[in-house]
């Protein structure tokens, strides 16, 4: 997870305003990270000629979550297009770990938006990735 720390600090966004600003970029750090972590795994089982993935990187996702972690991904893009709120939400949940609480407060919204909010975009995800499954 040092990684993680590296990219947030030479980010030029890192330039962190208060604490939920913070919990927010900390999220979408994590999730570009896991995600082309997860890539990267997908790139070497399929034998794209792509370098492997070193011992600490492959603890960070096991084989069965590499398609399901790319997918999700994906499917917050299509979200974030329709609603990025949501998209955010699920982002800062999944990815970043993040609390009801620190989730409301990364977002700057109440904590009753971001139940009722969640609620829509896991019930969203559900069918969109069901859809992608068959």
């Known amino acids: 997870m040092h990684e993680a720390y590296l990219k947030l600090v030479d ?5 962190v305003q208060d604490r939920g600003h913070f919990l927010g970029l900390a999220s979408r750090v994590m999730r570009h ?3 082309d972590h997860a890539r990267a795994r997908r790139a070497t089982k399929r034998g794209l000629g792509i370098a492997s993935v ?17 997918e999700l991904d994906e499917a917050l ?5 329709v ?8 982002e800062q ?4 770990g993040l609390s009801l609480e620190e989730t409301a407060e990364a977002l700057g919204v109440s904590l009753a ?5 969640l609620r829509a975009a896991r019930a969203w995800l559900a069918v969109e990735l ?5």
């Open 77 to 81: 893009q299509r979200l974030a297009s």
């Open 54 to 70: 070193n011992v600490d990187q492959a603890t960070w996702i096991s084989d069965d979550a590499v398609e399901p972690t790319i």
């Open 130 to 134: 069901g859809r992608d499954a068959s």
């Open 11 to 15: 980010s030029p966004a890192a330039r």
């Open 93 to 96: 949940r999944y990815f970043g």
């Open 33 to 35: 990270l896991l995600v």
């Open 113 to 117: 938006t971001v139940k009722r909010e």
């Open 83 to 90: 609603d990025e709120r949501r998209s955010g939400i699920l």
